[in-house]
């Protein structure tokens, strides 16, 4: 067992929740890990499986132009206009597939708050503090970034969330979707060089060697027929 670092690539919103979904679904070597940061070719938002489309629509800016996409996932409204996003799969093989949710989220926001810390970045985790309930990975409907949850990563002074994620377990493993606000880090922070931090310490952490890796062979014509339904107004709009 490792852990694939796979190449960065951009899609289109629905085109990336396909990719992510068929990354855990469909994935050729399905006893490792697998990372992946990816981009936007538009500006766009996810939102939670869960989440109705009534209450996405009174969150979204008037620019008719954003995309939208139902996530696979959990969690609330996520504007990816300026957000680094980036997915990661658990196989049901490792011992985190079968840890608590609340133990996933806080490994992985730990690895991330420890990457920014070495790259001189003030960030730790949002604590329990006992005076509310644990709501890991934005398990009720909302928007992602006006309130940390507990095991966010957030700014130290200011309290502002940083970086944020939803899960999805089935029985080929555990789909972690997260983005990190650009907006409330430095601007000179060297995002390529965070990246090869994050994954070490992701690696470490999960006790598996970093390895990069070549795209997988997933099924153009099933990645096709993924990206279109998520892309309907039937996927968008069901709830």
Known sequence: MQLDLLPTRAGSAAENMATDFLLLQRYPVAENARFRHYGWHRPAYTFGYSQTIGFVRTQLPADDSVELCRRPTGGGVVDHRNDWTYALVIPREHDLYEARATESYRLVHACIAETLHTLGEPALLKEPNGDEPSNPAGGGPGVCFTRAENYDVVHPHTGAKIAGA??????????????????????????????????????????????????????????????????????????
């Open 166 to 239: 939803a899960q999805k377990r089935s029985k080929q493993g555990m789909l972690f979707q997260g983005s990190i606000a650009r907006s409330v880090v430095s601007l000179v922070l060297d995002w390529g060089r965070f990246d090869e931090l994050l994954t070490s310490a992701l690696a470490k952490a999960l006790g598996l060697p970093p390895v990069q890796t070549p795209w997988p062979e997933i099924s153009e014509d099933e990645l096709a027929a993924l990206t279109e339904q998520y892309s309907s107004p039937e996927w968008t709009e069901f709830r």
